[in-house]
Nanobody
């Protein structure tokens, strides 16, 4: 499945952004979906995920209560609503799709996903 992330930008601390990931090539209704981010000099890290069943996998601790992942299988999209943004949220954000057969424990790691979008830059100024 091909993934295209959009919605990033430059915002001030406290602002909101909504990232969207549009899938093509296949429908995502049998895929687990995730959002990851990577800041300069750091490893790619899990931000949020949602199983093919619609059940949330969970969130990175530092974004809990501020970020919300959702999926719309009819539109073949997965969104990440980000509120109360902080400078430490600055990173390139990637959406990813993985087989529904993957076990839960790997879904918090990049290894749990097979297809990746190109990333969208989020920059939060203080």
């Amino acid at each position: 499945v091909q993934l295209q992330a959009s919605g990033g930008g430059l915002v001030q601390a406290g602002a909101s952004l909504r990232l969207s990931c549009a899938a093509s090539g296949r429908t995502i209704n049998t895929y687990n979906m995730g959002w990851f981010r990577q800041a300069p000099g750091k490893e790619r890290e899990f931000v949020a995920g949602i199983r093919w069943t619609g059940i949330n996998i969970g969130y990175k601790d530092s974004v809990k209560g501020r970020f919300t992942i959702s999926r719309d299988n009819a539109k073949n999209t997965v969104d990440l609503q980000m509120n109360s943004l902080k400078p430490e949220d600055t990173a390139v954000y990637y959406c990813a799709a993985g087989s529904k057969r993957k076990i839960l424990s790997v879904l918090y790691t990049p290894g749990g996903y097979d297809d990746w979008g190109q990333g969208t830059q989020v920059t939060v100024s203080s």
